[in-house]
């Protein structure tokens, strides 16, 4: 599914991390938090592509952590999808083709749903969607994705690329960000393992 704004703007931003412009906050950093005192475009550039929508890695790790809070304090589900396209060992590679295809997929999913750039892999949080919703929203990315010719490079040719998925939901696959991370990570492990190109979902223990 398409949008043709796939920003979000600065304010909802600011909300979402719990930090104001031009006023000291913190945002969660390894071993605690970090405060931060910024203004504007440039402070929201900090935690996420203000263009595409797409956030960083500690932000989007933050985010992970409130929506855990929030969905166990009102009882309510959410789900979450790490996709990694299937290449070869060739770091340089992976890097520019999961930042092309972490700008693609926010026209896949909803407004509401939070896509990040993160080391291991590109997430996605689904909100209000689990089980056999979330596992068919992780197929449609996965097979629009599929039809999407990518470029590696300004001079590279244009190829069409698969990528594997790992699909997880809360509550069922875990009550934290810590957990729920882990078991999507091994589903995305066993997603490549079994040849990529498919999603590998919670509906038991990863092998």
Same mark, same amino acid.
């Given at each position: ?8 703007? /600065? %304010? ?10 031009? +006023?000291?906050?913190? +945002? ?24 595409? /929508?797409?956030? *960083?890695?500690? #932000? ?7 929506? %855990?809070?929030? #969905? &166990? ?14 290449? #070869? ?15 693609? !997929? ?17 997430? $996605? !949080? ?26 590696? /490079? ?7 690329? &698969? ?20 078991? #999507? ?6 997603? $490549?393992?079994? /040849?990529?190109?498919?999603?590998? *979902? ?6």
């Amino acid at each position: 599914m398409g949008r043709e704004n796939v920003g979000i703007s /600065g %304010a909802v931003a600011q909300n979402l991390l719990n930090v104001r412009p031009g +006023i000291v906050g913190t +945002i969660a950093v390894p071993g605690g938090s970090e405060p931060v005192i910024q203004e504007g475009r440039d402070f929201v550039s900090e935690f996420m592509d203000t263009q595409t /929508g797409v956030f *960083h890695e500690e #932000a989007f790790r933050h985010l992970l952590t409130r929506e %855990a809070g929030r #969905a &166990t304090r009102y009882q309510d589900f959410f789900s979450v999808c790490l996709l990694r396209p299937d290449l #070869a060992d060739d770091r340089r590679q992976m890097e520019e083709i999961e930042r092309a295809i972490s700008e693609k !997929i926010p026209e896949f999913v909803r407004a509401t749903d939070f896509v990040g750039q993160m080391s291991s892999a590109i997430a $996605v !949080i689904l909100l209000h969607t689990a089980g056999t919703d979330a596992l068919r929203v992780a197929e449609r990315i996965r097979a629009s994705l599929e039809q999407v010719a990518f470029r590696e /490079g300004p001079e590279g040719r244009p190829q069409r690329l &698969t990528v594997s998925v790992g699909n997880v939901s809360f509550p069922n696959d875990g009550h934290t960000d810590s957990i729920l991370l882990s078991q #999507a990570l091994a589903y995305l492990e066993q997603a $490549v393992q079994r /040849g990529g190109n498919q999603v590998s *979902h919670g509906s038991g223990s990863p092998d």
